[in-house]
Nanobody, 118 residues
Framework: HVQLVESGGGSVQPGGSLRLSCEVS????????MAWFRQAPGKEREGVAA???????TYAGSLQGRFTISKDNAKNLVYLQLNSLEPEDTAMYYC?????????????WGQGTQVTVS
């Protein structure tokens, strides 16, 4: 089965940047639909960005332009570059494998990495 391990979270000031990584094992990233979600305290988990087998990307409309999803098939890694971070971006960020950009379409999750902007 697939295993997902996120890293790269941390605490930054508003306007700062972070790059999150998702290490994938058990399957080749080149064959997967991968997505990043986030969940703030007291809120639903929401989709942030996704990338399919061909490299085509999907973004939550409000985040496109500040966040960028990418992958390295050779390293079996998926990245999420976070720029111009705002306090409202504070959340646990999760990597997921699935068939689409909706939460119910994700069948495997990582443990998450915390991003705090203050």
């Amino acid at each position: 089965h697939v295993q997902l391990v996120e890293s790269g979270g941390g605490s930054v000031q508003p306007g700062g940047s972070l790059r999150l990584s998702c290490e994938v094992s058990g399957y080749m990233v080149s064959e997967l639909y991968m997505a990043w979600f986030r969940q703030a305290p007291g809120k639903e988990r929401e989709g942030v960005a996704a990338i399919d087998k061909s490299g085509a990307t999907t973004y939550a409309g409000s985040l496109q332009g500040r966040f960028t999803i990418s992958k390295d098939n050779a390293k079996n890694l998926v990245y999420l570059q976070l720029n111009s971070l705002e306090p409202e971006d504070t959340a646990m960020y999760y990597c997921g494998r699935g068939g689409g950009f909706r939460k119910y379409e994700i069948d495997s999750w990582g443990q998450g990495t915390q991003v705090t902007v203050s």
